[in-house]
């Protein structure tokens, strides 16, 4: 979940990612936010 459009980023399920590369895929979409928030928007509405 993005948690637009502030964040932070929360892992809701994961299936075969260890803990370390879920703590980098969510460290990724933090620093993203600003680019995937507005195109979620977009596509899905208001946040």
Same mark, same amino acid.
């Given at each position: 979940?993005?948690?637009? #459009?502030?964040? #932070?980023p929360?892992?809701r !399920?994961?299936?075969?990612?260890?803990?370390?590369? !879920?703590?980098?895929?969510?460290? !990724?979409?933090?620093a993203?936010?600003?680019?995937?928030?507005?195109?979620?928007? !977009?596509?899905?509405?208001?946040?």
């Amino acid at each position: 979940m993005l948690n637009c #459009p502030d964040g #932070p980023p929360h892992l809701r !399920e994961s299936y075969g990612f260890s803990r370390h590369d !879920e703590l980098r895929i969510l460290k !990724e979409l933090a620093a993203h936010l600003p680019v995937l928030c507005p195109k979620w928007s !977009e596509i899905h509405g208001d946040f």
